[in-house]
């Protein structure tokens, strides 16, 4: 294995924490589910710092990082709506959110081409306020902390970021689109 690899192993590290993660949360061990959840959050800046770094990065990555990330938050998002600790709507706005963008981009291949992924600065933010909703809604049961409110302000925060990240790449990907279909 090369150095170059690294990367795309920590990717396949993170979608195999998926079912622990899971499992974790199903059987109610909260602070195991958290802290793996924080070792996946983790390795998510890990691997894109490594690939930036030292210009390790592959077309494998580019589609493996974000498989990683959204099998990841869905599941997760799914669990927690399952055992009652998140609302049905914001996981159905989360996920509404990734199967657009999906089926956006296999859309995109098919009439255009390839798709190179290009996350936009509040998809990353919209990622990273998932991340915090799920720590905030896992530690509450875990830890007895954050006050509602903040778990409150987390799920708006995911709200708000996931509307508008979900707007953004449509509008993007479709000028993009648009623009290759015009040249």
Known sequence: MRASHIPNLICVLRILLVAPIVLNLLTGDFLVALILIIIAGFSDGLDGFLA???????????????????????????????????????????????????????????????????????????????LLYLFAV??????????SIVVLIAGAGVL????????DYVIRWSAKAFAEQHD
């Open 52 to 130: 930036k770094r030292f210009d390790w990065r592959t077309r494998l990555g580019g589609l493996l990082d974000p498989l990683a990330d959204k099998l990841l938050i869905m599941s997760v998002f799914i669990t927690l709506t399952y055992i009652g600790l998140t609302p049905v709507w914001l996981a159905a706005v989360v996920i509404l959110r990734d199967v657009v963008i999906v089926s956006g981009a296999a859309a995109y291949s098919v009439i255009v081409g390839q798709v190179r992924p290009e996350p936009s600065h509040i998809s990353k933010l919209n990622t990273a306020c998932q």
């Open 138 to 147: 896992i530690a509450q049961p875990a830890f007895g902390w954050p006050l």
């Open 160 to 167: 708000f970021t996931s509307v508008v990240s979900g707007i």
